[in-house]
């Protein structure tokens, strides 16, 4: 499956219903103000289980797989986990999904999102399959 507009993308996260996928962006979000695409990956990077069975690994390649198209490729290689991404940005994002599990603070509503996600995904389309 892959995902070509927000909306779908927006759909389908609202399927998760997801409050640990929330906070992980969140706490990215303090981290790292200034960096959507790294908060983009820790909102989507759990879409995969609703995409079909399979270990850790398999959801991770669908849920990239997924998003490649409307997000670009370094959210693809933040949500699969390994590729041309910084160690730094991998090692911020696992540590903001291991530390959201246990997190108890109101990271507010999916479509608070909205917006953050339009912006990553305008961004890629105006670059094209230059990315």
């Given at each position: ?41 820790g909102l989507v990077q759990d879409i ?84």
């Amino acid at each position: 499956m892959e995902l070509r507009s927000v909306e779908e993308l927006m759909d389908l996260l609202y399927a998760c219903r997801d409050q640990h996928a929330l906070r992980t962006a969140a706490l990215l979000r303090r981290g790292r103000p200034a960096d959507k695409e790294l908060q983009v990956a820790g909102l989507v990077q759990d879409i995969g289980r609703l995409l079909g069975p399979g270990d850790e690994a398999a959801r991770s390649e669908r849920a990239a797989e997924a998003v490649r198209p409307l997000l670009g490729e370094r959210v693809y290689h933040l949500v699969r986990r390994h590729g041309p991404v910084g160690d730094d940005d991998l090692l911020r994002l696992r540590l903001a999904d291991e530390e959201s599990r246990t997190a108890a603070f109101d990271a507010g509503v999916l479509e608070d999102w909205r917006t953050v996600l339009e912006l990553v995904a305008e961004r890629h389309s105006r670059l094209g399959a230059v990315d």
